[in-house]
């Protein structure tokens, strides 16, 4: 269930246009597109917000925005 449910998650991003100065830099260093950038250091390593800002170099608020701008919401801690 849980693959299935990443799977799902993963499908839903969006192409994220009017790409900032930032977000070029990025993609040219490390070679991909943010979004996948994103997708691969918040779902697969599970990265937390300010990790991801601390290993790109920018604000923990940036990293906010653009998840926001591909579409993926911030993880909830499960209680259960």
Same mark, same amino acid.
């Given at each position: +269930?849980? $693959? ?5 998650? /993963?499908?839903?991003?969006?192409? +994220? ?19 996948? /950038?994103? $997708? $691969? ?6 990265? %937390?917000?300010?990790? /991801? ?14 998840? $926001? ?10 209680? %259960?």
């Amino acid at each position: +269930i849980l $693959r299935y449910a990443l799977k799902s998650f /993963i499908l839903k991003l969006k192409k +994220i246009t009017n790409k900032t100065k930032s977000m070029q830099a990025i993609e040219t260093k490390l070679g991909e597109d943010i979004e996948e /950038i994103l $997708r $691969r250091l918040f779902v697969e390593e599970h990265l %937390s917000q300010a990790e /991801i800002a601390k290993r790109l170099n920018i604000s923990y608020a940036t990293v906010y925005s653009w998840l $926001r701008q591909a579409g993926v919401r911030s993880r909830k801690l499960d209680v %259960s």
